[in-house]
């Protein structure tokens, strides 16, 4: 009977031996259960196999995957994963806010920086198209001339002796390939700086055209003692293509940042008055042009003459030149501004300088 | 292993219906870390998770040699809301009732597919005490035949019985004694039958 169950289930009986046993099941219920109970018993013990073996072959990669990842996660990690979106956030956020924060400082703090001193050296750098343009026409007039070059930056120079020295700031002719001066009058000459004074800011140059044939008589005298606070004074330059006059008063003796080699002096002054001489009401030359403070009114800066004339003083020991013959006759004297202008214009240079 | 062969799920699914090991042995380590990652954030350790997973990976594979399962979604999310709900079961067993899990998948609610693997794993867990209780060489001998499917001469042989009957005999009063054992803990439910 056992067995007849068995190979029921098993499915190896043949057609009528298997329709006979399915009637002795109907007829028979304690057959029938047991059957039932055979194939319960049979499918939960196949089931069990099964998942016995999916078991081991599930313990199997886990191991195998365990021993490729090299030891468990630490806590750390386990921690970091599951908070590595939030601090993200958190951190990109305040990364942000800081560098934002920096940003908008530095944003405020712009134009107060544009503010803060700073000197602003009166070298002017010429407008290119103007030049050329007047180069052009010369070109049109004058065919077989070669076109001249603009130069490209000027200031203003004057003259110390009348054997062709003078003096200009060396901001202006720093870096200059050649230097051409030219006065109110149209005199023309090529020169070159024989000494400067970084320090100072004073260049000295010399005409080295043969044509020159000396200033003539310089009708102003330098100032060796300090001037006072207060003092009228004047200064003659070329901020433009013309000859400008500016006056106003001694501020203070002391210049940018209390620099003692300077005066301020409250002239309003433009980019090309750089180098241009500083002269009180008798006509005594008391400093040269240098510079002005940016953002500020009125606050402008001149070489005090005794540092002038220390460099002259130098400038035989240091070239092979002869000692400077310095005029010392003063022809500006007791006469008006306008006699003293005429008188003193041809003696002060536009200096240009081409690189 | 060629990981190129398992890049889609139904690749992975056609490799576990035609029993290919390494198509189940890439799929159980691709996800593995998705789910220890959720019990391990949710109070759980290394071994439950390992646990767990089994699991849910039985469950599923079951399913698939069953051609019962439809897949309305990646595997990773199905293994994920299996997973997911047994934890909450042994978690609810551990007695934390106020149960919130993190997640960080999407999941299903599987009204049936858990249940249905409860009732199968409370018919396996029978069985194995009453396999247990059988105890030797009677164990064995229901394995060897019934599990292995050797045959008669085979088991006679390495169980030294003087003849086939003899071992058959033998069989017949172990599986009479498994069911006795078996049939007084386990009331099949109709739906298996």
Redesign the interface.
């Known amino acids: 009977m056992y067995e007849q169950i068995e190979r029921y289930l098993a499915g190896s009986m043949d057609a009528d031996e298997r329709s006979a046993f399915e009637a002795l099941m109907h007829t028979d219920p304690r057959l029938a259960k047991q059957v039932q109970e055979h194939r319960v018993i049979l499918q939960a013990m196949q089931q069990y196999g099964k998942r016995n073996a999916l078991r081991t072959q599930l313990n199997n990669i886990h191991s195998d995957m365990e021993t490729n990842r090299s030891g468990k996660q630490p806590a750390w990690k386990v921690f970091w994963n599951r908070n590595a979106q939030t601090m993200g956030v958190a951190a990109s956020v305040s990364l942000l806010s800081v560098f934002g924060t920096l940003w908008s400082v530095q944003q405020m703090k712009a134009p107060v920086q544009q503010q803060t001193v700073r000197y602003v050296e009166l070298r002017r750098e010429v407008d290119k198209l103007k030049k050329a343009q007047t180069a052009i026409i010369k070109g049109i007039n004058n065919t077989n001339k070669a076109v001249p070059r603009p130069a490209r930056f000027s200031g203003t120079g004057f003259a110390l002796t009348s054997d062709g020295y003078m003096v200009t700031s060396s901001h202006v002719v720093e870096g200059a390939d050649s230097i051409m001066v030219e006065n109110k009058a149209g005199q023309k000459y090529k020169v070159h700086e024989v000494y400067r004074d970084q320090a100072h800011d004073l260049s000295i140059l010399k005409i080295e055209d043969p044509a020159f044939e000396g200033f003539g008589k310089l009708p102003y005298t330098f100032k060796t003692a300090e001037s006072d606070l207060g003092e009228k004074v004047y200064t003659l330059g070329y901020p433009r293509e013309d000859i400008v006059f500016g006056e106003g008063s001694l501020s203070s003796s002391s210049g940018f940042e209390g620099d003692t080699t300077a005066y301020q002096i409250s002239i309003p002054l433009n980019p090309g008055n750089s180098g241009g001489p500083l002269l009180d009401d008798k006509g005594n030359l008391v400093g040269v042009i240098s510079g002005k403070q940016a953002g500020q009114e009125g606050a402008a800066f001149a070489i005090k003459s005794a540092y002038l004339l220390q460099l002259i003083s130098e400038l035989p020991l240091a070239t092979t030149l002869s000692p400077l013959s310095l005029p010392q006759k003063n022809a500006l004297t007791g006469i008006s501004r306008p006699q003293q202008l005429k008188k003193l214009r041809d003696f002060v240079f536009v200096v240009k300088v081409y690189n | 292993m060629k990981r190129g062969l398992y890049e889609t799920d139904e690749a992975v699914i056609a490799g576990i219906r035609c029993g290919d ?1 390494r198509a ?2 890439h799929m ?2 691709l996800h ?1 870390p998705m789910v ?2 959720l019990i ?2 949710n109070n759980g350790t ?1 071994d439950e998770a ?1 646990d767990i997973y ?1 699991e849910g ?2 469950v599923f ?1 079951e399913k698939i040699k069953d051609n019962s399962l439809e897949l309305s979604c990646q595997i990773k999310t199905y293994l994920y809301s299996v997973c997911r709900r047994l934890w909450l079961k042994k978690l609810a067993e551990k007695g934390r009732f106020a149960v919130k899990l ?1 997640d960080a998948e999407n999941y299903l609610m599987l009204e049936e597919d858990v249940p249905q693997h409860e009732e ?1 794993e409370r ?2 867990g ?3 005490v009453a ?1 247990n209780q059988l105890g030797e060489p009677c164990r064995s001998l ?2 060897d035949y ?3 499917t050797q045959s008669m001469q085979e088991i006679t042989e390495r169980f030294g019985y003087t003849n086939s009957d003899t071992a ?1 005999n033998q069989k ?1 009063k172990c ?1 009479q004694r ?2 006795k054992i ?2 007084t803990n ?1 009331k ?1 439910e109709d739906t ?2």
Do not use: C, G, T, W
């Open positions: 090991d189940l042995a159980y380590k593995f220890s990652h391990l954030s290394d390992k089994q990976v039985i594979y993190d199968n018919q396996f029978q069985m194995e396999m229901l394995e019934y599990i292995r058959k017949y599986l498994l069911k078996f049939f386990y099949p298996l039958l």
